[in-house]
């Protein structure tokens, strides 16, 4: 069983609408869990970090958390064509020996269709 | 936030000629930076994490003489690939860590394509 799971899709949605994107995870470990979003050719640009357990909000962003279910979810209100791209979970744990690399998903690959 | 610069964006080699990637910190030291490589419609693996100073050390099943990497200041860090073949072709992406925030926030550069004919 790999660390991080998600479904890399393609998901496509229509203007408006409102996107969830998740992740599981085995590692109870992972404390640490970001979003990050990547453009076509791009590097992955940080959307959104939560500690622990719970929820977080920013604009039309929603990162939840529920670590005794091992699963993490983003919520996209009001989707754009603008928010079309990959979204890559990504944990980590803070007491890893080291500098904390970061475990990734797949990644999901989301239309959003005007 | 702070940037990571990639150069060059892009490169195309003939197979058995060694190819160099810079990563560059623009205003920010970063004491670790990481080496990523991304095939199409795939996750980002990590290849090696790049300390200043130091050895870099490589994650299991990463050629260390063949993807030499040197972290010489606090602001860059060069992956080298030598000899490189077709099957080495693909995305390759460097992170760094400012240090300013308490879970060691990875900024990413914009990535280089790298296909070898």
């Known amino acids: 069983q790999k660390e991080v799971e998600q479904d890399p899709g393609p998901l496509s949605v229509p203007e408006g609408a409102i996107v969830s994107l998740n992740c599981t995870y085995s590692?109870?470990?992972?404390?640490?869990f970001m979003w990050y979003r990547q453009y076509s050719r791009k590097g992955p640009e940080l959307l959104m970090y939560?500690?622990?357990?719970g929820n977080k909000e920013d604009g039309r962003f929603t990162a939840q958390v529920d670590k005794s279910s091992k699963y993490i979810s983003l919520f996209i209100r009001d989707s754009q064509p603008s928010d079309s791209a990959t979204y890559l979970c990504a944990m980590s744990d803070p007491f890893y020996s080291g500098n904390t690399p970061l475990v990734f998903g797949k990644g999901t690959r989301l239309s959003v269709i005007a | 936030g702070a940037v990571v610069s990639q150069h060059p964006s892009w490169v195309i080699c003939k197979s058995g000629t060694s190819v160099k990637i810079e990563c560059r910190s623009l205003d920010f030291q970063a004491t670790t930076m990481f080496w990523y490589r991304q095939f199409p419609k795939q996750s980002l693996m990590l290849m090696a994490t790049?300390?200043?100073?130091?050895?870099?050390?490589?994650e299991q099943g990463v050629e260390k003489d063949k993807f030499l990497i040197n972290h010489a200041s606090l602001t860059l860090s060069t992956l080298t690939v030598t000899s490189a073949h077709p099957e080495d072709s693909s995305f390759y992406i460097c992170?760094?860590?400012?240090?300013?925030?308490?879970?060691?926030?990875?900024?990413f550069g914009p990535g280089t394509r790298l296909t070898v004919l």
């Open positions: 790049s300390n200043e100073g130091s050895k870099a050390t490589y």
């Open positions: 939560t500690y622990s357990s």
């Open positions: 590692n109870s470990a992972f404390q640490y």
């Open positions: 992170s760094a860590i400012s240090g300013g925030s308490s879970y060691n926030e990875q900024f």
